[in-house]
């Protein structure tokens, strides 16, 4: 089975910035390369999940409603260019509500995988952040840091307790890395010993 995770903002668009939130459609900007990786997943017979965290929601900063808006909007443009989105799972919690589903714990990831037989050590999860990649290691997946979001750096990886199993400018770099590794027989890693 062809799985693969992915966070939204920082990788399939442009991260706000600070501790700031997408809050409608107009300050969605899909990032350089995203919906062309999207599409190279789609034809190499990837089911794509996307996991996020939205906790602008639970803040009262913008509503469900919007949020749905965003991502049937998202959804269309990355069909219309050729790619497809599998499932899009949001947690809409703050820290404070202490549920099951906010990053780095594993509920979106299960809701996304459900009734799949999918082994989470063989998948990828490609992410901008500290908490995804603790979020992927803790689920048990290959991880990916992309430096099109919160991350500017491969540098600012250096103190992390948890590091990333790979590294990439983008999600277009990330994709085409993982191609490559498929491709080697056997589909051993690069960097397997
Ligand atoms: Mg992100
Ligand atoms: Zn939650």
């Known amino acids: 089975m062809k799985f693969i995770f992915l966070d939204r903002d920082g990788v399939i668009n442009k991260d ?4 700031l939130y997408v809050t ?11 919906l062309e990786a999207l599409k190279s997943l789609k034809k190499k017979g990837y089911l794509v ?15 469900r409603e919007i949020l749905s808006k965003i991502t049937e909007n998202m959804i269309r443009a ?7 989105l599998y499932s899009v799972q949001y947690c809409t919690h703050t820290s404070e509500d202490n549920c099951d589903c ?11 995988a459900k009734g799949l037989n999918i082994d989470f050590s ?24 992309v430096l099109s979001g919160k991350i500017k750096s491969g540098q600012e990886v250096e103190g992390w307790e948890i590091k990333p199993d790979i ?3 983008d999600l ?22």
Do not use: M
């Not at 409608?24 to 995203?34: I, R």
């Not at 063989?122 to 840091?145: S, V």
């Not at 491709?183 to 960097?191: A, H, N, Q, T």
């Open 167 to 169: 590294i990439k400018r």
């Open 102 to 112: 906010r990053k780095p714990k594993a509920g979106l990831f299960k809701t996304a």
């Open 172 to 193: 277009f770099e990330a994709v085409e890395e993982i191609h490559s590794r498929d491709s080697l027989p056997g589909g051993r890693s690069k960097l397997s010993p």
């Open 24 to 34: 409608s459609w107009e300050d969605f900007h899909f990032l350089p390369g995203s």
């Open 16 to 19: 706000p910035g600070g501790s």
């Open 78 to 84: 990355v069909e219309a260019a050729g790619g497809e």
């Open 49 to 63: 999940a996307v996991v996020s965290n939205q906790a602008g929601v639970g803040k009262g900063i913008y509503t």
């Open 122 to 145: 063989k998948i990828y999860f490609i992410g901008d952040t500290k908490r995804d990649i603790e979020a992927g290691r803790a689920i048990g997946c290959k991880t990916i840091l």
